[in-house]
Every structure is written in structure tokens, then in C-alpha cells.
């Protein structure tokens, strides 16, 4: 009996112990509301979970700003671009961070981490690249979170996930939004700096600098907020206000940043101070940092630096001094290189109009910039040109030249060609003089190297013949076979222009140039077959019969036509395209391109009696299209509807070329235009659009100058109040000498 009851005890506390297990259980069930349930998630995804989760993304976060690679010689973006090759290192710590953050949806529904772990997903979506599926975090989010903070935190990463698709439309209808909600501080000053980020990738930087100044006094002291400073003072320089630029640049210092970004900071602000000064203090500023042997890896950026300084005072010959030692100073870090190349090109190219030298520093830029960079696609458009130029300035000369040859008497000539030949021998032993002088060093080096009996470590490269044979196969694998000759690294040397008739070797067009390479040259004597084979060849390039002549005068005349339409509608120098159209009519009077070079100095030729040429073309091409294009302007051929629909459709065409980015040719076919259709309804279109392609082509100053004289023009355009805002915004930017 007592065992009977002790058993039915027993059983009991079992059974009540079962029940309460289950309870506690059923309780805590991860979809229960119930304060021990929730309390029990919110501990466990907190610090089982999410807590792990934000640690990894602080690790991973450290170790991309420590490998990041910033580019100074471009205005550093306010906020690091998400880039997935940059977060490949840390791709195992991103992987783990989206693992442990998504056991708290997976385990803790109830708990009030949730939503903080999925943010945590969304930002190392976007950090690996992922971010169709970052986005879609980020909106799921907004749209199921239960926190107010951290939807808007959510919705601040998928703004800036926007900005990185560069999909800004959507990003501003998130900044909208947020604008109106009332954010923390933290979420505040990430939502301004996403913001200014916006703007900045817009190239809006008034608007980026706006909510930046703003912003400053929200951030906490430290290397991004130096950073931030930096970008701002950068935007300043762009917006050519340096004494606002140097009031960031000092405010770097105060930031604790790292070498690299205060030596540029100190850089450009001394480079601002010579730009508003004549104090010569400056000078003593650069030769210190020059003389500062922490900065022996960074001398040539300051020697560009000084080379940008002269340019901008004009003394343009110092400049390219400087800008030539900025290229000698260079050391194993080469990305220097091609902005440098870049700001010589501009030199030559804008300043002193040698377009030949300016193409070959377009190439070597070229061939060197990253193609991420702003500037690539601009500079690629300007080098086709120039090549362009280049081939008709090259064609023009070497005719000519040919042509001068051929007008010399046989025995003038013969003595001539003769004298080439002795001076490519004359050239030919002097580069054997040097590479044997070469050899001879080698050997030197060599018996020296040999001779060494110190550290190998320790030993000069120069001496060392393992380091010499390793540098010779780096240097074929990049550059093949290069001769020694100058300019060697050139992507596509300049052309050897042929000027002067007493030191050339005669090349006509279509033909190879003849060389004495190969064999001992050295030993060749006028009696020689050898020597006779070299002059037979030499004068198959003069044209000395009237088929011959013709063919050369007619890739002359050509090239003069082609000259003249790149300086017309490339090059914009609308003086040397009338100079090269009044050439090519000179030298070729019955040049098959006459209506149309009528035609075009007819719309070029300002200073003198533009109808002169418009009266010539009616006289003597009475059926040319070009006339009609004249006449349809003024009604006389075409009825006031089908020009209004000419000009429609013609706009269209053009406005399409300048979405696809080619501005040259849109900027000639709407020269032509705004003639054609002088008095359409769509006059003030054209005029507008020819507006947006001088600021692609001419820059800034032309850019004013356009907006300007389009208010005078078009006084009642319903596109005039555009204009005007767009002339308000642009004229807060101006040089300002106090500010």
C-alpha cells in the first residue's frame, strides 16, 4: 500500500516536472509575445547572433580602410566607393557576418534584433557587390521592421545603395522621405553625409558642400572626418574658391590623418597660397617638403604641384620643366604618371596649340589613367582629334617636302639623296660608338659585381647581373623589343614631321620608310649595290612624273580640306580654319570641296564680309545642296511647315549624338544647323543645346559667355527662365579673389 503511493507520487512530480518543462518551452517560443519568451530571444540573439555579426563587420570594415588605395589626384568621394574587389580580402568576414546575423530572423522572430540584423545583411550585400539582393534587404526593412531608428538606418544604406547603382532619381525620393522623419543623431549625420554624397556624385558640389558645412559639427574627431575635410577642400579648389579650400586643409591637421593624406593636404594648400599670393614664402614651403626625406617616394608629386603653379601664372616653359622633373623623380609608385602626362598634354594642347607634342602626352596619359577615372572618356575623345590632326598636319608636310625635292635639278637631287645616306651612316656609327661604350660599362659593373663580397642583399642593383638579366625580361615583357632612341615609352610616338628638306629620308604616303638597318651599313660605299638599291628607293618616293604629282597634290588638297573641318568643329579655332580654307583655295583653285569650303567660311569667316562668300557660292554653285541649305533658311525653297519639321528632326538627330557623348561631331552638324534654320520655332532649342556642347568643348568661360548672350537673343524663349536659374547657380561659383 505505502509502495502503491509512494509510486503514484512519484509518477505525479514527474508529470507536474514534464509540465513544467513543457511550459517553459511552449513559452519561450520564438513566436510567442509572451515577456519571457521575448526576453529570452532578446538575449540569446543579441549576444548568441548579432552582437558576433556587428563585431565581423567592425573587423571587416578596419581592414578595407586600411587596404584602401585613395587616389589624390581626384576629388576623393565623401564616402569610400562599395567596391567588391576592394572587400575581396575581407570576403570569408562578410560571409560570416550574413551567416550569424541571419540565425536572429531564423531563431529569434520575437526578439527586437531583427531588424538590426537585417541591416547588418543589406551593408554586406552592397560591401560584397551583391546589390540587387543588398537592396532588397534594405527595402524589406522599411517595409516589415518594427523599430522606427532602424528602418531609418535601413533606409539610409539604401540611399546610398542608389547612389552606387547610380540610380540618383530613387536615392532623392529616399532623402524625400527621410527628410521629413524625425532621426537620431547618429542616423542624422549618416543621412547628411549619404546626402552630400549624392550631390557630390552628381557633381552638384555646391549642394554637397552646403549640407557638408552642416554636417562637420555632427562628426566625431578622427581619420574619416579628415578625410571628409579633405574631399570638401577638394570641391573648393573645383569651384576655384582656394581660401575656403585651405580653412578644410587645415582642418585635416586637426583630425589626426594619416601621412600620405597630410602631405597632400599640406601640398595643395601651399600650392593654393602661391596661386592668391606673390608671397615667394611658398617657394621655401615646397623646397622643405622636397628636402624631407619621408617624402623621398612623394617628390614627384610635388614637382607636379610646382609645374600646375606655373602654369597657372602662364609661365608655361617652367612649368613643363617641372612637370619633366615630376617624371624623372618617379619610383616604384607609377600612379603619378599619366596625370602628369595629362597636365602637359593640356599645356601644349591649350596653351601653346603644339598639337603634335600634345597628342603624344594624350597617348602616354592615356595608355597609363585607369579607365574608372572621370577624365578617360574626355581624353579619349580629344586624342581621336588630334590623331586626326596630326595624320593631315603629317600628310600636308611630307607632300610638300616631296614636292620640293622634286622641283631640284637631277644633279642637285642626286647629291642630295647621296647626303642622306651619309648622314643615316654618320647616325648609325654613333648609336655602335654608344652601345659599345655600354658594353664596356657592363663589363665593369660586371668584374665589380664579381668581385663584391659583401651581403648580396647589400649589393648595388647595378652591380648585381642576376638584378640586370631580372630588369631586362621585366622590361620585354612589358614593352617588347623597344630601339634606344627618345621617346621611347611613348604608347604612339609623334610623327617625324618632314620640314626641312636638308636632314630628311623622303616617305610618300602608303609607303614604308627606308631604313639601313641590318648588316655593318658602316661599310656601304657610293659604288656599292647596296647603296644604289638604297637611292633607287628613295627617289620612288619623289614624284617626278605628272601622275605621280597629281596623286600628291590630291592627298594635299585632302588633307588641307579635312584640316580645316577640325579646326572648325573639333578644335574650335575658328581663325585657323578660315586660314586653312583660304590655303586650300589658294593652292587648289579647282578643288572639288569649293562649294562646301564656301560654304563654310560662310559660317566661319566673322570678320570679314560673311555674304562676299555667300554671294560666290550663289554665283558659281547656283545647284549645290550648300546653297539650298542657305536659301531654305531664308524660305525661298522650302515651305515654313516642312523646315519647321526639317529642324525637328535634324534637333533630334543632334541632341542624339550628345547624349551618346559625341560632342565634336554634334557641335559641327549644329553649326550647320542653326544657319539652315535661322527663324524656326525651335531657333531658341538649338541655341540652348549649342550652350550644353560649348561647356563639353571650351569649358567654363565659354559656357558663361553662351548663357549670357542667349538672355540677350532670346529675351521672350519660355526656355529663358531655365537659362537664368542655371546662370545664378554657375555665377555662385566665379573666382571670388577674397573668398
Wanted: hydrophobic content about 35%.
Amino acid at each position: 500500500m505505502r509502495v502503491n503511493q509512494l509510486l503514484t507520487y512519484s509518477t505525479k512530480l514527474q508529470l507536474l516536472l514534464l509540465l513544467g518543462i513543457t511550459s517553459f518551452v511552449t513559452g519561450c517560443s520564438q513566436y510567442s509575445t509572451g515577456r519571457l519568451s521575448v526576453g529570452y530571444h532578446n538575449l540569446n540573439a543579441k549576444f548568441n547572433a548579432y552582437v558576433i555579426a556587428r563585431d565581423k563587420m567592425r573587423e571587416a570594415e578596419i581592414a578595407m580602410r586600411r587596404n584602401r588605395k585613395e587616389d589624390y589626384n581626384q576629388i576623393l568621394p565623401i564616402l569610400p566607393v562599395l567596391d567588391s574587389l576592394e572587400a575581396q580580402p575581407v570576403g570569408d568576414l562578410l560571409q560570416d557576418v550574413i551567416k550569424k546575423a541571419s540565425l536572429v530572423p531564423d531563431r529569434h522572430q520575437n526578439s527586437k534584433w531583427v531588424d538590426n540584423a537585417y541591416v547588418l545583411i543589406g551593408k554586406a550585400r552592397l560591401y560584397k557587390g551583391q546589390f540587387t539582393d543588398g537592396i532588397e534587404t534594405l527595402r524589406y526593412v522599411n517595409a516589415k521592421g518594427r523599430d522606427e531608428e532602424d528602418k531609418h538606418e535601413g533606409l539610409i544604406w539604401l540611399m546610398r545603395a542608389y547612389v552606387e547603382t547610380k540610380d540618383y532619381n530613387s536615392a532623392l525620393s529616399v532623402a524625400e522621405f527621410l527628410r521629413s522623419q524625425p532621426l537620431n543623431d547618429k542616423n542624422t549625420r549618416d543621412y547628411y553625409l549619404v546626402k552630400a554624397y549624392l550631390h557630390q556624385q552628381k557633381q552638384e558640389y555646391i549642394l554637397a558642400l552646403a549640407i557638408l558645412e552642416e554636417t562637420f559639427d555632427l562628426l566625431p574627431r578622427g581619420e574619416e572626418t579628415a578625410r571628409i575635410h579633405f574631399a570638401a577642400a577638394q570641391m573648393y579648389d573645383f569651384l576655384e574658391k582656394p581660401q575656403a579650400a585651405n580653412a578644410h586643409y587645415k582642418q585635416v591637421f586637426r583630425n589626426r590623418p594619416p601621412y600620405d593624406l597630410s602631405f597632400f593636404a599640406s601640398m595643395n594648400s601651399l600650392q593654393n597660397e602661391a596661386l592668391t599670393s606673390n608671397d615667394v614664402s611658398t617657394e621655401g614651403g615646397f623646397k622643405r617638403m622636397l628636402n624631407d626625406r619621408k617624402n623621398s617616394d612623394l617628390r614627384d608629386r610635388l614637382y607636379y604641384s610646382m609645374g600646375v603653379i606655373e602654369t597657372r601664372k602662364k609661365n608655361y616653359p617652367q612649368a613643363i620643366r617641372f612637370f619633366e622633373e615630376s617624371i624623372r623623380q618617379t619610383t616604384t609608385n607609377t600612379t603619378q604618371v599619366p596625370y602628369t602626362y595629362l597636365e602637359m598634354a593640356k599645356v601644349y594642347y591649350d596653351k601653346l596649340q603644339n598639337y603634335e607634342l600634345a597628342k603624344a602626352y594624350f597617348d602616354s596619359s592615356l595608355a597609363l589613367l585607369p579607365r574608372t577615372s572621370p577624365q578617360f572618356q574626355k581624353i579619349t575623345e580629344r586624342k581621336d582629334v588630334l590623331d586626326e590632326f596630326v595624320k593631315q598636319l603629317t600628310t600636308i608636310r611630307t607632300e610638300d617636302s616631296l614636292q620640293r625635292l622634286s622641283q631640284m635639278n637631277p644633279a642637285t637631287l642626286d647629291k642630295f639623296l647621296d647626303g642622306v645616306i651619309e648622314k643615316e651612316i654618320e647616325e648609325q656609327e654613333r648609336k655602335v660608338k654608344e652601345a659599345q661604350k655600354l658594353v664596356e660599362q657592363a663589363r665593369t659593373l660586371n668584374a665589380n659585381a664579381l668581385n663584391f663580397n659583401g651581403d648580396p642583399a647589400d649589393r648595388f642593383a647595378l652591380y648585381d647581373p642576376v638584378a640586370l638579366n631580372q630588369g631586362k625580361l621585366e622590361f620585354k615583357q612589358r614593352w617588347g623589343n623597344r630601339a634606344l632612341e627618345d621617346d621611347w615609352r611613348r604608347s604612339s610616338k609623334v610623327a617625324t614631321l618632314l620640314t626641312q628638306t636638308d636632314n630628311i629620308t623622303p616617305v610618300a604616303n602608303g609607303q614604308k620608310p627606308v631604313t639601313l638597318g641590318g648588316g655593318d651599313i658602316t661599310k656601304l660605299t657610293k659604288d656599292s649595290p647596296e647603296w644604289k638599291a638604297k637611292k633607287d628607293a628613295m627617289y620612288r618616293n619623289i614624284p617626278l612624273r605628272k601622275q605621280e604629282l597629281d596623286a600628291s597634290n590630291q592627298r594635299m588638297e585632302d588633307a588641307y580640306y579635312k584640316l580645316g573641318k577640325i579646326y572648325k568643329f573639333s578644335l574650335i579655332e575658328p581663325e585657323n580654319a578660315v586660314k586653312t580654307f583660304m590655303t586650300t583655295l589658294e593652292r587648289f583653285p579647282s578643288t572639288n570641296y569649293k562649294p562646301e569650303i564656301y560654304y563654310l567660311l560662310f559660317l566661319t569667316d566673322q570678320k570679314n564680309n560673311q555674304d562676299s562668300w555667300k554671294t560666290k557660292l550663289l554665283a558659281e554653285f547656283p545647284n549645290s545642296s550648300y546653297t539650298r541649305l542657305l536659301t531654305k533658311a531664308n524660305g525661298s525653297i522650302a515651305a515654313t511647315g516642312n523646315l519647321e519639321l526639317e529642324a525637328l528632326k535634324d534637333y533630334e538627330k543632334i541632341l542624339g549624338l550628345y547624349q551618346k557623348a559625341n560632342f565634336s561631331e554634334a557641335y559641327a552638324q549644329l553649326e550647320m544647323a542653326i544657319v539652315t534654320y535661322s527663324g524656326s520655332k525651335i531657333e531658341d532649342k538649338y541655341a540652348l543645346l549649342r550652350i550644353y556642347l560649348l561647356g563639353k568643348l571650351q569649358g567654363r568661360e565659354a559656357y558663361l559667355k553662351a548663357l549670357n548672350s542667349f538672355i540677350k537673343d532670346f529675351p521672350t524663349s519660355p526656355l529663358l527662365p531655365r537659362v537664368r536659374e542655371v546662370l545664378e547657380a554657375q555665377q555662385s561659383t566665379s573666382i571670388k579673389k577674397n573668398g
